[in-house]
């Protein structure tokens, strides 16, 4: 269930680093969640410059990159593993393609187990032991 969604402006540097982020985004997913590879998903959707505006202006004018990520969990994972992928992705968007620490904007999305579905099958239903043991977990 753990996606993860990058929007980068188009620049060769993004495009160079794109399949490094992918892959270190997945694993910090798995060693932050302990999910197994097989369900994360990570994607990167690149943005002409000229569709990007920062500080005002497009970003084939001021040459600035407007990195921008959101990630999805299930509601009720505990708040540090929230807090510690929120820096884990700024940070690999800053050591795989060298963005500037300031200019990196996240979110986390919380979704409940009921809302999404594996296979069209509610997650509730699907994964209800998990569910229920992190939801236990984080309550005590």
Not at 61 to 75: M, S, Y
Not at 81 to 101: C, N, P, S, Y
Request: glycine residues 8%; aromatic residues 6%.
């Amino acid at each position: 269930m753990p996606i993860v969604n990058f929007h980068l402006v188009d620049t060769p540097a993004n495009r160079a680093g794109t399949e490094a982020l992918l892959r270190k985004a997945c694993a910090l997913y798995a060693e932050v969640l302990g999910a197994p590879l097989d369900r994360i998903r990570a994607f990167v959707t690149l943005h002409p410059a000229e569709m990007c505006l920062v500080a005002g202006e497009l970003c084939s004018g001021n040459g600035q990159n407007a990195p921008f990520f959101d990630f999805i969990v299930l509601e009720g994972r505990p708040l540090d593993q929230r807090h510690r992928l929120l820096a884990g992705f700024t940070e690999l968007l800053v050591d795989t393609l060298g963005v500037e620490r300031s200019a990196v904007r996240g979110c986390c999305r919380r979704v409940l187990p009921e809302d999404w579905a594996i296979g069209g099958v509610p997650a509730s239903e699907k994964r209800r032991d998990e569910v229920a043991a992190r939801a236990q977990a984080s309550a005590g």
